[in-house]
T-cell receptor
Framework: DTEVTQTPKHLVMGMTNKKSLKCEQH?????MYWYKQKAKKPPELMFV???????INESVPSRFSPECPNSSLLNLHLHALQPEDSALYLC???????????????????FGEGSRLTVL | GQSLEQPSEVTAVEGAIVQINCTYQ??????LSWYQQHDGGAPTFLSY????GLEETGRFSSFLSRSDSYGYLLLQELQMKDSASYFC?????????????FGPGTSLSVIP
């Protein structure tokens, strides 16, 4: 299984709503990522989890709250979003090469199809 | 710094060869990946270089020169389906995690 599965595929929410995006992988990858992508722009890194611990928060506003319940799952909790937060949210996973004795860095991120979020 | 630079648009003829360049700032650099993304789709991995030289995968090749802080993606025998956005992504690893930052992307248009 080389898939990263994201749900929902589409989400429309109001600025006062609370919703969550979910991501799942069963490749045994220990690094998982959230990216945000606006139209005609590159993916923009938001968060990195390594071995279920938050390793990177790229100064993301607190209305975005990540969670890694276990090594296969990654959530992104959304609360009080703004219309400018409308974007495609991509989850990715990779072999974590931090422990170089045991892993080979192939340089590959496996992306899910994304969750397209619209904030009204 | 983490910034990367790529040409914003490239147009090439079907069957031809095209090269997409990427320059990066050296600090913290570990490796360079290339991704393809069609409109409405997810990025898909094409190639990766951690060492100097050429990596070949079918019609796609990628090159890295660490001394020049420069890499490129080479697409041969272009097909219409190769029309997409192409991103270089710098990869750097700390002792406990990896971080991947994407370049601005190059929109490739393949014309008949």
């Amino acid at each position: 299984d080389t898939e990263v599965t994201q749900t929902p595929k589409h989400l429309v929410m109001g600025m006062t709503n609370k919703k969550s995006l979910k991501c799942e992988q069963h490749m045994g990858h220990r690094a998982m990522y959230w990216y945000k992508q606006k139209a005609k722009k590159p993916p923009e890194l938001m968060f990195v989890y390594s071995y279920e611990k938050l390793s990177i928060n790229e100064s993301v506003p607190s209305r975005f709250s990540p969670e890694c319940p276990n090594s296969s799952l990654l959530n992104l909790h959304l609360h009080a979003l703004q219309p400018e937060d409308s974007a495609l949210y991509l989850c990715a996973s990779s072999q974590d090469s931090g422990d170089r004795k045991f892993t080979l860095n192939t340089g590959e991120l496996f992306f899910g199809e994304g969750s397209r979020l619209t904030v009204l | 710094g983490q910034s990367l630079e790529q040409p914003s648009e490239v147009t090439a003829v079907e069957g031809a060869i095209v090269q997409i360049n990427c320059t990066y700032q050296t600090s913290g650099f570990y490796g360079l990946s290339w991704y393809q993304q069609h409109d409405g789709g997810a990025p898909t991995f094409l190639s990766y270089n951690a060492l100097d030289g050429l990596e070949e995968t079918g019609r796609f090749s990628s090159f890295l020169s660490r001394s020049d802080s420069y890499g490129y993606l080479l697409l041969q025998e272009l097909q219409m389906k190769d029309s997409a956005s192409y991103f270089c992504a710098r990869f750097y690893s700390k002792t406990s995690y990896d971080k991947v930052i994407f370049g601005p992307g190059t929109s490739l248009s393949v014309i008949p």
